[in-house]
């Protein structure tokens, strides 16, 4: 098991460009979710799924996101018309079906220029 | 509204010695806690949990405390060692679906 990926690693847009992150969580976690972080802060809850389900929701999580996972395996989160203070971290973790540990991967660092 | 604190954005100790970590919090009504560990340029690794009808939760070195009248959390590492340096996150999970940390004490273990 090669742990959770994302991808890319690190992304320089420019403000009102669309960007899409993906992530790859462990086989068998149906739990998935998605985190911002910023400097000198934990990890912000963004959204939650349990298989294909979008389960939770935070109110952080604007128009202008969208996150998925069509098939219950890997995810999708996208961010229309970015802004500067969209820079940030963006964590993905999952979680097996039977405990509530979290697996983080290494994250997504966005700059928004 | 930050429902999961951690007042210390730093703790330094040394080695062999004890090391804790606070974190409160505001709802009663959290499941799970949990704590991680992050280094840098890395995501948060899973330390530790405790359910919330527990009071202590030991693993190895690491003993996580729980007080739910005060509404506090606590992580004690004996002893401490050098690679325990790192950021420490506390996590509380609500109806089991959503968690919301804390923003990290610094450990830094001196050789």
């Known amino acids: 098991d090669t742990g959770v990926s994302q991808d890319p690693r690190h992304k320089i847009t420019k403000r009102g460009q669309n960007v899409t992150f993906r992530c790859d969580p462990i086989s068998e976690h149906n739990r998935l979710y998605w985190y911002r972080q910023t400097l000198g802060q934990g990890p912000e809850f963004l959204t939650y799924?349990?298989?294909?389900?979008?389960?939770?929701k935070s109110r952080l999580l604007s128009d202008r996101f969208s996150a998925e996972r069509p098939k219950g395996s890997f995810s999708t989160l996208e961010i229309q018309r970015t802004e500067q203070g969209d820079s940030a971290m963006y964590l993905c973790a999952s979680s097996p079906p039977t405990d509530y540990e979290q697996y983080f991967g290494p994250g997504t660092r966005l700059t928004v220029t | 509204d930050q429902q999961v604190k951690q007042n210390s954005p730093s703790l330094s100790v040394q080695e062999g010695r004890i090391s804790i970590l606070n974190c409160d919090y505001t709802?009663?009504?959290?499941?799970?806690f949990l704590w991680y560990k992050k280094y840098p340029a890395e995501g948060p690794t899973f330390l530790i949990s405790i359910s919330s009808i527990k009071d202590k939760n030991e693993d190895g070195r690491f003993t996580v405390f729980l007080n739910k009248s005060a509404k506090h959390l606590s992580l004690h590492i004996v002893p401490s060692q050098p690679g325990d340096s790192a950021v420490y996150f506390c996590?509380?999970?609500?109806?089991?679906?959503?968690?919301?940390f804390g923003s990290g004490t610094k450990l830094n273990v001196k050789p």
């Open positions: 996590a509380a999970l609500y109806n089991f679906n959503k968690f919301y």
């Open positions: 709802n009663s009504m959290f499941d799970y």
């Open positions: 799924f349990q298989n294909e389900a979008q389960l939770e």
